[in-house]
C-alpha cells in the first residue's frame, strides 16, 4: 500500500504559476502509474496528467497540454505538477492517484482505475 501527500496548492493571479508535488511513503513508488485530477465545487472529479512508472511516458487532458507539465523523481518518491498560465477555471481541488503498474508504459486516464488517493490540495486562481 502507499499513501499519498499533496502539497504546493494556494493562491495565484491568473497568468501566474504554481508547483504542485505528490509525496509517496510505504512502497517503492517507482513501481506505480501516477496521475494528477481535480475536482471544481459542484463538477466530476477529472483527468489532468499522468506519468507511467518509468516516467518516459506522459499525458495530459486538453485543456492543460501545454501550460501543465507532470514530472517525477523515482528516488525521491515524488511526482510534481508545474502549472503555468494559470486560468481562473483551472481553480479546484487537486488530487494525486496511483496505481501499481506492471509496464512501463501503461497510463491510466479513469479515475476508477486509481486505488491509491491523497486528500487534495487547493489551487485558486484569481481574475
Known amino acids: 500500500q502507499v499513501q499519498l501527500v499533496e502539497s504546493g496548492g494556494g493562491l495565484v493571479q491568473a497568468g501566474g504559476s504554481l508547483r504542485l508535488s505528490c509525496a509517496a511513503s510505504g512502497r517503492t513508488f517507482s513501481g506505480y502509474a501516477v496521475a494528477w485530477f481535480r475536482q471544481a465545487p459542484e463538477k466530476q472529479r477529472e483527468f489532468v496528467a499522468a506519468?507511467?512508472?518509468?516516467?518516459?511516458?506522459?499525458y495530459y487532458s486538453d485543456s492543460v497540454k501545454g501550460r501543465f507539465t507532470i514530472s517525477r523523481d523515482n528516488a525521491e518518491n515524488t511526482v510534481y505538477l508545474q502549472m503555468n498560465s494559470l486560468r481562473p477555471e483551472d481553480k479546484a481541488v487537486y488530487y494525486c492517484?496511483?496505481?501499481?503498474?506492471?509496464?512501463?508504459?501503461?497510463?491510466?486516464?479513469?479515475?476508477?482505475?486509481?486505488?491509491?488517493w491523497g486528500q487534495g490540495t487547493q489551487v485558486t486562481v484569481s481574475s
Open positions: 506519468t507511467a512508472r518509468s516516467g518516459g511516458f506522459l
Open positions: 492517484a496511483a496505481e501499481y503498474s506492471n509496464t512501463s508504459n501503461w497510463i491510466p486516464v479513469d479515475r476508477d482505475e486509481y486505488d491509491y
